[in-house]
């Protein structure tokens, strides 16, 4: 069974930095690229960033780059998301996920509030 189990949000002042991190078990998890995505309240769920299979190529909405950085390790089965700079609309629920030919997995996401 694929689990994707994210951590690290938390409560943070404005200027301010987290890191999350997504543990993914049941799969071989080198062989798929890793998003990370968030939800604010009211409005859609938006990718942030992603990340190829060995960590050769990221991707990052526009609102994120040179603030947010994505990261894995294929030995340890996790994905992370360095967050810099925190402003308060970066405050949402943030998701971890992997997308594989017959569909998707999410996890079960990790509040991140940044006050102002």
């Known amino acids: 069974q694929v689990q994707l189990v994210e951590s690290g949000g938390g409560l943070v002042q404005a200027g301010g930095s987290l890191r999350l991190s997504c543990a993914a078990s049941?799969?071989?998890?080198?062989?798929?690229?890793m998003s990370w995505y968030r939800q604010a309240p009211g409005k859609e769920r938006e990718l942030v960033a992603s990340?190829?299979?060995?960590?050769?190529?990221?991707n990052y909405a526009d609102s994120v780059k040179d603030r947010f950085t994505i990261s894995r390790d294929n030995a340890k089965g996790t994905v992370y998301l360095q967050m810099n700079i925190l402003k308060p609309e970066d405050t949402a629920v943030y998701y971890c996920?992997?997308?594989?030919?017959?569909?998707?997995?999410w996890g079960q996401g990790t509040q991140v509030t940044v006050s102002s």
């Open positions: 990340i190829s299979t060995v960590g050769g190529s990221t």
């Open positions: 049941g799969l071989t998890f080198s062989r798929y690229a």
């Open positions: 996920n992997l997308k594989y030919w017959g569909g998707q997995y």
